[in-house]
């Protein structure tokens, strides 16, 4: 007969066993029963370890895929070093500042004229993306040069001069800039699928009129491309459609013509991530070759890794100068547009950089996207 005297002992790898007695003729003898091992515990163990090993193999591969898929199209952009930003940091503030520059240049290069100029900050504090157009007929000291329209600081030196101008006369740190011509506009709405705009019946008949100078410039038989001049309403428009609609600075002066380039802009965005999973290929293709920036290899795969979060962020659309900020003169036999630029620099702290202020002036065209 056994007499249980102690229970559950832990041994070795926490497995457990018990001691027993048995009554003998000579008295008591201590009897310990063989312990049984959980190979169990073993198992799962392995299992685990495999499970890691094989997690820790895809993440690293993805790593490499990722890497190489950013090399691979940073190769094909234009890169420019400005020498005087290059230990400027991306972000300042919690804010990326790029400036847009689309220049009238008809082939990859930084000839031709600033035609457009959209500052797009990206806040992490205020969860925006705001597009800022900066209208070029503003009346701005740029350094070295005198007084001039904002374009012209372009046209003096290029993306350098043009930054440091809107720092000089608007207080506001922009170290990073993409130069975009043309032909790389056209290509990037043809490669997201065109995109969706209200069209008046005069901004149609506008559209097919620049399609006109577009055509020459391209050798494209004459009329190619052209609206029916009796539509009006929501109309799809392909690239170079939707630059000419860019371009149409009649309707509504220069600040009709900057919120039609932000709304073209906005659909983009909008659609952009789908096309680059389904047409990544042909999107980079057409784009890419076509942009001159200063953003750095690193500053890209930084970019890469926020994509997702920043594509969740508000869109906010306005121009520069405010309403109510400047007034029409004529300066050197110039039609410019004389700038209250305290107001305006009160409204970039406000509104790109989150502060709180007093004037609650406000420059946006409608509500965020």
């Known amino acids: ?65 990722w890497k190489s898929t950013v090399n691979e199209v940073y190769n094909q952009i234009h890169y420019e070093v400005i020498d005087s930003l290059v230990s400027e940091p991306m972000k300042e503030e919690g804010v990326i500042n790029v400036l847009l520059i689309g220049n009238d240049s008809r082939k990859q290069g930084t000839d031709g004229r600033s035609d457009a100029m959209i500052l797009v900050s990206v806040s992490n504090a205020t969860k925006t993306i705001h597009m800022t157009s900066l209208l070029r007929d503003m009346y701005v000291e740029i350094p070295g040069h005198g007084h001039n329209r904002l374009n012209a600081a372009y046209s003096y030196g290029g993306a350098q001069l043009l930054l440091e101008t809107l720092e000089l006369n608007f207080d506001i740190n922009i170290n990073r800039y993409v130069l975009v011509n043309f032909q790389a506009f056209a290509n990037l709405v043809d490669t997201v699928g065109g ?21 020459m410039l391209e050798d494209r038989p004459e009329g190619t491309d052209y609206l029916d001049e009796s539509l009006s309403g929501m109309l799809h428009l392909n690239g170079p459609q939707a630059l000419a609609y860019c371009r149409n600075r009649y309707i509504g002066t220069d600040f009709g013509r900057t919120e039609r380039q932000r709304k073209v802009l906005s659909a983009i965005i909008k659609q952009a991530p789908a096309k680059l999973l389904t047409n990544s290929e042909e999107l980079m293709d057409g784009l890419l070759p076509n942009l001159t920036t200063n953003l750095t290899r690193e500053e890209c795969e930084e970019l890469s890794l926020e994509a997702v979060k920043i594509l969740t962020y508000d869109i906010i659309q306005s121009s520069i100068p405010i309403p109510g900020s400047y007034e029409s003169v004529t300066i050197d036999k110039m039609a410019v547009l004389q700038v209250d630029f305290e107001q305006n620099k009160q409204y970039i702290r406000e509104n790109i950089y989150g502060e709180e202020g007093s004037a609650g002036s406000d420059g946006s065209t409608g509500s965020p996207e």
């Open 195 to 215: 995109v969706d705009l209200e069209l008046s019946n005069e901004e149609v008949k506008y559209v097919n009129a620049y399609l006109v100078e577009y055509n």
């Open 1 to 65: 007969m056994f007499i249980e005297i102690e229970k559950e002992r832990k041994l070795n790898s926490g497995i457990m066993s018990k001691k027993y007695e048995a009554k003998t003729e000579g008295g008591y003898e201590e009897i310990k029963l063989p312990k049984k091992k959980k190979k169990k515990h073993r198992k799962k163990r392995h299992l685990w370890i495999l499970f890691l090993g094989i997690l820790i193999i895809i993440i690293l591969g993805g790593i490499l895929w």
